[in-house]
T-cell receptor
């Protein structure tokens, strides 16, 4: 069974641009969560989608948004990028809301 | 609210030394508790979990016991190997299926 796939693995953007990251969950998993990982802050929860609905949301500004499609694939979008948005963005999928399975992440660098 | 606090790193140990990484939590209700491990360049992988008080999770020689009276879930291993070098995250999952992670503890094992 394929694991969680995140694309792209690496991104370089400049301030003010926007970016879209993609996550394909494990087949059959309907819950997808997104996290921002930085050296100083650890993992910070962005949001969780279940069956195309945002079920939980972390404490991030409205520049961070997401969506989930009917096949459970999810995207997150960051608009008006800031230097502080440079981070590893991790996606995790879950079958029953218990164990989360993580992708390898997308490393975003904002210049 | 829910939160996880784990010991600051980095931790450096010699091969075959005993490992303890402390983790305490704050939660309403009865959360599930987890340890995840992150190897360089990869996403997080589940190491072990416990779902109720006094449960002991174990995997690959690592153990952690869910202590409700001390709100703790300390990770232990009797004899670490170089291959255990990684970042370890303590986490909890509440009844709303949202995960809360600690900031991570970096472990380096030297031969």
């Amino acid at each position: 069974k394929a694991g969680v796939t995140q694309t792209p693995r690496y991104l370089i953007k400049t301030r003010g641009q926007q970016v879209t990251l993609s996550c394909s969950p494990i087949s059959g998993h309907r819950s997808v969560s997104w996290y921002q990982q930085t050296p100083g802050q650890g993992l910070q929860f962005l949001f969780e989608y279940f069956s195309e609905t945002q079920r939980n949301k972390g404490n991030f500004p409205g520049r961070f948004s997401g969506r989930q499609f009917s096949n459970s694939r999810s995207e997150m979008n960051v608009s008006t990028l800031e230097l502080g948005d440079s981070a590893l963005y991790l996606c995790a999928s879950s079958l029953a809301g218990d164990i989360q399975y993580f992708g390898a992440g997308t490393r975003l660098s904002v210049l | 609210g829910n939160s996880v606090t784990q010991m600051e790193g980095p931790v450096t140990l010699s091969e075959e030394a005993f490992l303890t990484i402390n983790c305490t939590y704050t939660a309403t209700g009865y959360p599930s508790l987890f340890w995840y491990v992150q190897y360089p360049g990869e996403g997080l992988q589940l190491l072990l979990k416990a779902t109720k008080a006094d449960d002991k999770g174990s995997n690959k020689g690592f153990e952690a016991t869910y202590r409700k009276e001390t709100t703790s879930f300390h990770l232990e291993k009797g004899s670490v190997q170089v291959s255990d070098s990684a970042v370890y995250f303590c986490a909890l999952s509440d009844t709303g299926n949202q995960f809360y992670f600690g900031t991570g503890t970096s472990l380096t094992v030297i031969p």
